[in-house]
Structures are given as structure tokens and as C-alpha cells.
């Protein structure tokens, strides 16, 4: 049969999204979100996430007036995205951390207990 005359959709994105719709096992959830800039030019991104055995499967769906965009981000790049998100949230919380202990010793705060890490670097150092 030929694929501009099947009512059954052959890209990759439709099947992949159709059996993970299908399938009883995946874990869904998805969200719709509506942006325009200043000028009042609209989007609808659609994103639905996938899990089936500890694998995420993305699909992501942006509309606007010039069209459409469709994009599938397989488990691998999921892994990836999970992965630069957890390591940015890292970062940010390391710099927060820094910050609070300068401003603490601009302040002039006591900061830890010295004469507990004193201890420690001697043990240390006896082995």
C-alpha cells in the first residue's frame, strides 16, 4: 500500500507516540503551554513525557503562525537533558553556597566548629 494513501500514520514520531499511548505499562504526563512575545506572535508548545521501564521517551510539539514543528527525544537524549538539568541545579546551589558563607564571614559569624576540624586534620594527618 502506498504511504501517501494509508489513513494509518507511518513517521516515525506518530507510530512511536501511538504505541506509547497504547501501551499499558507507560507512565504519561503532559502539558501545554501558551507563549507570545511583545508583538502578540502566539506558540503552543505541547510536551508529553513517556516512562516505560526507567526510560523516557519526550515528544515535543510547537504550533505557531508560520507552522509547525514536531520533535521525538529518545531515551538517550532524555538521559542527557535529565542530566544537564541536575548538574546546572548542582552548580546554582554550589554558587549559593559560597555566597552565604562570604557574606557569613563578612559579617564576622562564627562559621563550623574549629576545634572539631582541628581534631579531624590532626587524625588525619597521624595516619
Known amino acids: 500500500m502506498n504511504n501517501e494513501t494509508s489513513p494509518i ?13 497504547d501501551n499499558p505499562g507507560a507512565f504519561a504526563v503532559g502539558s501545554r503551554v501558551e507563549t507570545s512575545d511583545f508583538y502578540g506572535n502566539a506558540q503552543t508548545w505541547v510536551v508529553e513525557t513517556f516512562r516505560v521501564d526507567g526510560d523516557e521517551t519526550i515528544f515535543v510539539q510547537r504550533i505557531d503562525g508560520s507552522g509547525g514543528l514536531r520533535l521525538l527525544l529518545p531515551p538517550p537524549v532524555s538521559r542527557v537533558l535529565a542530566n544537564h538539568r541536575d548538574r546546572v541545579s548542582a552548580q546554582a546551589r554550589r554558587r549559593a553556597g559560597h555566597a552565604l558563607v562570604a557574606r557569613r564571614r563578612e559579617r564576622g559569624d562564627k562559621l563550623g566548629n574549629p576545634e572539631a576540624l582541628k581534631r579531624a586534620r590532626a587524625k588525619r594527618h597521624k595516619k
Not at 10 to 16: C, I, L, V
Request: a positive charge.
Open 9 to 21: 500514520p507511518t513517521d516515525t514520531f506518530s507510530r512511536t507516540l501511538r504505541s506509547l499511548r
